[in-house]
């Protein structure tokens, strides 16, 4: 295996809005080993969701709240946000809904999008991590199997 197409395919897992929609189709298409494609993909994409959960924080008051345009913008989506969100917050639902949430192969509905719901809502931490990794792992399946399918079929036909 090429370690150049293995750190592409990391830094797309790892980019927001792509991560495993763009990971796993590169990977394929690259020649990766079907469980070395799957396991990176998932493993990289899915170490998000504790670094934005736990350290948002840290960047919400270093930066956000440094730049007084930023933070008048961000309060106010912020504020939104969580007003329209506390009837989602209050059900019983709510982390297998984030975990589906997170599993729906389409943009802005990944492992980045999901963390930054659970931070919004403030949600419990663990239990938010494993709700985002499970609908990862159910995204990244999802994506392995039709890419797989989609990239066989044009390769039969020419």
Same mark, same amino acid.
């Given at each position: ?27 394929? /298409?690259?020649? $990766? %080993?079907?469980?070395?494609?799957? !396991?990176?993909?998932?493993? =990289? #994409? ?28 961000? /309060?106010?989506? $912020? %504020?939104?946000?969580?007003?329209? !969100?506390?009837?989602?917050? =209050? #059900? ?38 494993? !709700? ?27």
């Amino acid at each position: 295996m090429n370690l150049v197409v293995l750190i592409i395919l990391t830094l797309l897992a790892l980019t927001p809005g792509l991560e495993v929609r763009a990971s796993v189709p590169y990977g394929i /298409v690259n020649g $990766v %080993n079907d469980l070395v494609n799957v !396991a990176l993909s998932y493993v =990289a #994409s899915t170490s998000i969701a504790p670094i934005v959960i736990y350290g948002f924080n840290f960047v919400e008051k270093e930066l956000v709240y440094g730049v007084k345009l930023l933070e008048k913008a961000y /309060v106010m989506v $912020v %504020n939104r946000v969580r007003k329209r !969100a506390e009837g989602i917050k =209050a #059900s019983k639902w709510v982390y297998a809904s984030l975990s589906l949430y997170v599993a729906v192969p389409l943009p802005l509905t990944g492992v980045w999008t999901g963390s930054l719901i659970a931070y919004l809502l403030d949600l419990r931490k663990a239990k938010s991590i494993i !709700a985002i990794a499970i609908g990862n792992a159910a995204a990244t399946l999802i994506l392995y199997l039709s890419a797989k399918g989609v990239i066989t079929l044009f390769t039969s036909i020419t």
